[in-house]
């Protein structure tokens, strides 16, 4: 609960970038620590979801402002709590491939990790098992989808073995091909543009990979939030991520299936008010029918 605190301030500080002279930044700090999703999560759950996402949001912050050390190091720790941070894998891969990150920064993720995991290990865990701990969750639940409003939702579980292979190449080739054409745009990244990357980023994996769980849009649930103070027009977008967030912690399964429609049409969307992403898909997709 206290880190919900430092995930509101740091939610402050990156509104009070467009806004420095308004009181919006404030309504951004209360809108997040009064968040239903977030009082579920680490109030009523006890879950930690707010650590790694805190890490996720100080790393935005951190290359909003350029600062692409802090901004890696916070990805470390954030990726230390929970391997889930890797849902910002598509803006930083696009970052990297358009030079906003140079690829000699990259050891600072695993070596954060390999800090951060020192203490457990002078305990007694072993340190094999805390190295490869992420391969080994992989495998624990054999669902397509934890009730969570995602694609998954309306595939049959009896289905698994043949989908989640399907899903992850699928997945792993989009985040290259949206990575390629903001490399390709020649558009800069601003901040208003780095702040829609990352929401598109946060809601496409935990929405088309398979084996999620109702809590793997937490950051989705926060990073939205920025991006209603960054585009007041698209606020809904906000409203719907919370609402299919809110609805998956009830654990109502039929407004859980239902509210995958809204949440993919909400990415829809945003993928297509991108103007780093959607003209060049258009053209390239004109390009192919010719």
Same mark, same amino acid.
């Given at each position: #609960?206290?880190?919900?605190?430092?995930c509101?301030? %740091?939610? &402050?500080?990156?509104?009070?970038? /467009? $806004?420095? @002279?308004?009181?919006?930044?404030?309504?951004?700090?209360?809108?997040?620590?009064?968040?239903?999703?977030v009082?579920y999560?680490?109030?009523?759950?006890?879950?930690?979801?707010?650590?790694?996402?805190?890490?996720m949001i100080?790393?935005?912050y951190?290359?909003?402002?350029?600062?692409?050390?802090?901004a890696l190091?916070?990805?470390?720790?954030?990726?230390?709590?929970k391997?889930q941070?890797?849902?910002?894998?598509?803006?930083?891969?696009?970052l990297?491939?358009?030079?906003?990150?140079?690829?000699?920064?990259?050891?600072?993720?695993?070596?954060?990790?390999?800090?951060?995991?020192l203490?457990?290990?002078? #305990?007694g865990r072993?340190i094999?098992?805390?190295? %490869?701990i &992420?391969?080994?969750?992989?495998? /624990? $639940?054999? @669902?397509?989808?934890k009730?969570?409003?995602?694609?998954?939702?309306?595939?049959?579980?009896?289905?698994?073995?043949?989908?989640?292979?399907?899903g992850?190449?699928?997945?792993?080739?989009?985040i290259?091909?949206l990575?390629?054409?903001?490399?390709?745009?020649?558009?800069?990244?601003?901040?208003?543009?780095l702040i829609?990357?990352?929401?598109?980023?946060?809601?496409?994996?935990?929405?088309i990979?398979?084996?999620?769980?109702q809590?793997?849009?937490?950051?989705?649930?926060?990073?939205?939030?920025i991006?209603?103070?960054?585009?007041?027009?698209y606020?809904?977008?906000?409203?719907?991520?919370?609402?299919?967030?809110?609805?998956?912690?009830?654990?109502?399964?039929?407004?859980?299936q239902l509210f995958s429609?809204?949440?993919g049409?909400?990415?829809w969307?945003?993928?297509q008010k991108?103007?780093?992403?959607?003209?060049n898909?258009?053209?390239?997709?004109?390009?192919?029918?010719?």
């Amino acid at each position: #609960m206290t880190v919900d605190f430092l995930c509101g301030f %740091l939610t &402050y500080k990156i509104v009070r970038l /467009k $806004y420095p @002279e308004s009181s919006k930044p404030i309504f951004a700090f209360l809108v997040v620590i009064l968040s239903p999703t977030v009082i579920y999560n680490s109030a009523l759950w006890g879950q930690c979801d707010s650590i790694y996402t805190t890490g996720m949001i100080a790393c935005i912050y951190f290359l909003c402002i350029q600062k692409e050390i802090p901004a890696l190091l916070s990805f470390g720790v954030g990726l230390s709590f929970k391997l889930q941070a890797m849902f910002l894998a598509p803006l930083l891969l696009a970052l990297l491939f358009k030079k906003r990150i140079h690829w000699y920064y990259l050891p600072l993720i695993p070596a954060v990790y390999i800090v951060l995991v020192l203490p457990p290990w002078l #305990m007694g865990r072993p340190i094999q098992e805390l190295l %490869l701990i &992420y391969f080994s969750q992989a495998n /624990k $639940y054999k @669902e397509l989808a934890k009730g969570v409003p995602n694609l998954y939702q309306w595939i049959p579980n009896n289905l698994y073995n043949i989908v989640v292979p399907i899903g992850l190449t699928l997945t792993a080739s989009i985040i290259f091909l949206l990575a390629y054409i903001v490399y390709k745009s020649q558009l800069k990244i601003t901040q208003n543009r780095l702040i829609h990357l990352a929401t598109i980023s946060v809601l496409f994996m935990p929405y088309i990979l398979p084996k999620m769980h109702q809590r793997y849009f937490y950051p989705a649930d926060i990073i939205s939030i920025i991006f209603a103070f960054y585009f007041p027009q698209y606020f809904w977008v906000a409203i719907v991520v919370q609402l299919a967030s809110l609805f998956s912690y009830l654990g109502t399964p039929i407004f859980i299936q239902l509210f995958s429609i809204p949440l993919g049409f909400a990415l829809w969307f945003i993928v297509q008010k991108c103007d780093l992403i959607y003209p060049n898909l258009q053209t390239g997709f004109s390009s192919n029918l010719k």
